[in-house]
């Protein structure tokens, strides 16, 4: 990078400052030229009229009303150079900050599309999950399994899976359970899973096992 380009990466608080130091510098000059302008004239009719202090007074005048405009236009050629250098700063910041947020982007961006993709991996494992319920209440059924039925396992797994999605942001485009209505697979099977281990045990006729689990309800319900 050359020297100059370095010098023109300034903040935009550098180039404000800059450009607000020679705007107030070309008011001085604008105001000192007013003040020349009705000396001259106070002074220009004795100078003309052969006042030779008055008319050494205005040579003077004049002098000095011509370096100020020739400062002038310094001045106002040094405010479009500021002006230029403001706008490239400005210019120069609203692409750095652009550049941070385009990367803190892409980083969000990775993890949106991880995120999606492990969400439809968990979804292929619900159905998965899912569907096998079904058919191992289907063979527990041809066993002799007298719940869940396979209406409940649909009616009351459903629900479970209305509870799940009502933490979610889709929650407002399904059915609202009521707190009482809300289930969870493991809460659920594991009642019928009792419900079944007492039929098991009494079907093999081990009374201790049937005892213990009397016992469990009891206790649980209490």
């Given amino acids: 990078m050359s020297k100059h380009a370095n010098k023109e ?6 180039a404000e400052a800059t450009l607000q130091r020679f705007e107030r ?7 000192r ?12 009719f004795d100078a003309l009229s052969g006042d030779k202090s008055a008319s050494k007074l205005l040579d003077g005048l004049h002098r000095e009303a011509v370096e100020l405009e020739s400062r002038l236009v310094s001045v106002n050629d040094a405010i479009a150079e500021a002006q230029r250098r403001l706008a490239a700063a400005r210019e120069h910041e609203a692409r750095e900050a652009d550049g941070e947020k385009a990367s803190a982007l892409c980083r969000v961006l990775t993890e949106f599309l991880q995120t999606a993709r492990a969400l439809d991996a968990a979804l292929v494992t619900v159905a998965e999950h899912g569907n096998r319920l079904h058919e191992l209440q289907a063979s527990m059924h041809m066993l002799g399994a007298a719940v869940p039925s396979a209406a409940q396992l649909d009616a ?5 899976l209305l509870t799940a999605i009502g933490g979610t942001v889709w929650r407002r485009h399904f059915e609202t359970l009521a707190p009482h209505e809300r289930r969870s697979f493991s809460e659920l099977c594991a009642l019928w899973g009792r419900t079944l281990q ?9 009374a201790e096992q049937i005892s213990n689990e009397q016992t469990k309800t009891e206790t649980e319900a209490a």
């Fill in 9 to 14: 990466q300034i903040t935009v608080t550098e």
């Fill in 25 to 31: 510098e070309r008011n001085d000059v604008l105001d």
């Fill in 33 to 44: 030229r007013t003040l020349l302008a009705d000396k001259r004239r106070e002074i220009a």
């Fill in 156 to 160: 009351l797994g459903y629900r479970c």
């Fill in 198 to 206: 007492r039929s098991i045990a009494a079907r093999l006729g081990d």
